[in-house]
């Protein structure tokens, strides 16, 4: 039929909300969007930063951001479903920015409201002498595009340490992605024969 709809909705609002990294301050996030080949942004931005934020003063000492997302993309199949990268930075002793830490999570599946938690980390060196040449020049090892950060492909290489953790919330909605033969809607855990991480079950009516 003509009415038929060729492509899904998938809108995002939400918010960079804190973070945890006690033994620094001054943090500032960069974030960025990686999907597949068929998705497209229709609205909103690409990428962003936050503004610079000191540790608060009581027994949390989180990092406070509230910092809004909000984008909107189309698609013809959830393949190269978007994630969020999480690049978090301060300075060090010198005032040259450093990474303090990096993350990836994928906008949830499910419409409705959801809130996570992203460890982060950070390359190491891999040898002594790169670990001393690196404390010598004042830089740490990291990636030249964060990006990478949300692919498996050459991550494996790649030595590295936990450091800190992001709070992010979402705002999830789907437009005609049921039209499209995907059922996005929350499943009953006992009854459900799909896995949870899924969450798409293609050809549902």
């Known amino acids: 039929m003509a009415g038929n709809p060729t492509v899904f909705l998938l809108m995002v609002s939400g918010q960079i909300e804190s973070a945890e990294f006690p033994e620094f301050d001054d943090i500032y996030c960069r974030y960025c969007w990686v999907y597949g080949?068929?998705?497209?942004?229709?609205?909103?931005l690409e990428d962003g930063?936050?503004?610079?934020?000191?540790?608060s003063h009581d027994d949390r000492k989180l990092f406070v951001w509230n910092f809004p997302l909000e984008v909107t993309f189309k698609s013809t199949n959830p393949h190269g479903w978007p994630q969020l990268v999480v690049s978090a930075y301060g300075q060090d002793a010198f005032g040259r920015d450093v990474v303090r830490g990096y993350s990836a999570v994928h906008i949830p599946i499910t419409p409705g409201q959801h809130t996570r938690t992203l460890p982060m980390f950070v390359p190491e060196s891999t040898s002594k002498l790169q670990k001393f040449v690196s404390w010598f020049l004042g830089?740490?090892?990291?990636?030249v595009d964060p990006k990478v950060v949300a692919q498996g492909e050459g991550r494996e290489v790649t030595r590295v340490r936990s450091q800190g953790k992001v709070r992010v919330s979402f705002n999830v909605?789907?437009?005609?992605?049921k039209?499209?033969?995907?059922?996005?809607?929350?499943?009953?855990a006992?009854?459900?024969t799909?896995?949870?991480?899924?969450?798409i079950v293609p050809g549902a009516s």
């Open 179 to 188: 039209k499209l033969g995907y059922d996005t809607t929350p499943t009953d």
């Open 173 to 177: 909605v789907t437009k005609d992605m």
């Open 190 to 192: 006992a009854a459900s």
């Open 194 to 199: 799909q896995p949870a991480a899924t969450g």
């Open 49 to 55: 930063i936050t503004q610079v934020t000191k540790k």
């Open 37 to 44: 080949q068929d998705w497209v942004i229709t609205s909103g």
């Open 139 to 143: 830089r740490r090892p990291e990636y």
